[in-house]
């Protein structure tokens, strides 16, 4: 009878000691001077430690200096008055891994007395994913409250907008004193860019949904390169579609052909008379590069860190959203990437990586 209880009594702790080793969490045991007598895979996984460099050695080692000490006065505390103040709770504290990185753990304390020693288990779990979802959300949650309200004061602002501009262009056409028609023109012109301002903020906070398709590469960038005749004025610049291998890609079309025309816009913009634009592709074996290159001024090193913040412009009629918005809608797309190189009083290259589809 005895011996049949021993047997189950063995097995049980088999299991057991499976079910520690297999966990999620990190199971950390010391005696009462706090030496590690057992160290999981999942502790050496969370901490970086391999079980021999920690077993039989003094639990410090692993501890960053601020949970150390409360460890230590617990540990203290416990072996003289035998009053557990983290025994059975959960605490959350800032602990240290192997290469120095930090990371937000929950751990709780348990504590087991055999053969008159005293043993303490600390249980640790790595919440830094957790932490990362979580503000994930709050963030997600805090855009979607932006948008919001930039909807409601936008509606607000767009009704009184458009009838100030309808009024003035009205009046410009009547106006024969030169001096009430360049007043009337600024405002027509600023009512404009408050517009596409409010248009531009309404892109900006609106929640994305993407309609993913596979579509002809080479149709969507000729469609482009049209559409961008009309911003070219009569300042002789040159804009031209080089690229002869089509290829299909999946992505949004009309997200994309936004980004392009803003891309391109801006090249546009920053190239003076006689000027080229130049919108062209790089086959690779999985993706295909769009490069969108102008001769144009280029950006200054100064304001490189600052052109993707939004209302970041150089320019009297921008709105400081092109590239803001653009760089979003490159980030939602799986797969795609976003570039910008450029070198002051030379000119620009906007790359974009494309994973190709099927053609
Ligand atoms: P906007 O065009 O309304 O100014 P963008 O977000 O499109 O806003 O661009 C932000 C700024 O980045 C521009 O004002 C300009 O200074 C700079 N920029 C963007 N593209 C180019 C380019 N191709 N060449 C030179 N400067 C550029
Ligand atoms: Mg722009």
Known sequence: ????????????????????????????????????????????RIFGYARTEVVGRDLGKILTAMCRTRHEQAVAKYVLTGEATLIGHETELVVA??????????ISFSMAEVEGQLYFTGLVRDLSETRMLENRLAQNERLAALGQTVAEISHEIKNPLVMIGGFARQLLKKATVEKDRAKLTIIVDEVLRLEHLLAGLKELYKTQQLNLAGISLNDLLTEVVDQAQSYLGANGIEIRLA????????????????????????????????????????????????EITDTGEGIPEEFKERIFLPFFTTKAQG????????????????GCSFNLDSEEGKGTVATIGIRRGKG
């Open 1 to 44: 009878m005895a011996e049949e209880i021993t047997a189950e009594t063995e097995r049980q702790f088999v299991i057991l000691r499976n079910a520690v080793e297999n966990t999620n969490e990190a199971f950390i045991t010391i005696d009462k001077n706090s030496t590690v007598i057992f160290f999981n895979k999942a502790a050496e």
């Open 97 to 106: 891994r192997k290469n120095g990185d930090t990371f937000p753990a929950s």
């Open 243 to 290: 690229s002869s291998t089509d290829v299909e890609v999946e992505v949004d079309r009309e997200k994309i052909k936004q980004v392009l025309l803003n891309l391109v816009k801006n090249a546009i913009e920053a190239t003076s008379a006689g000027g080229k634009v130049v919108v062209s592709t790089k086959m690779q074996e999985k993706r295909v590069e769009v």
């Open 319 to 334: 709105t400081g959203l092109g590239l803001c918005i653009s760089k979003r809608i490159i980030e939602d797309h799986p």
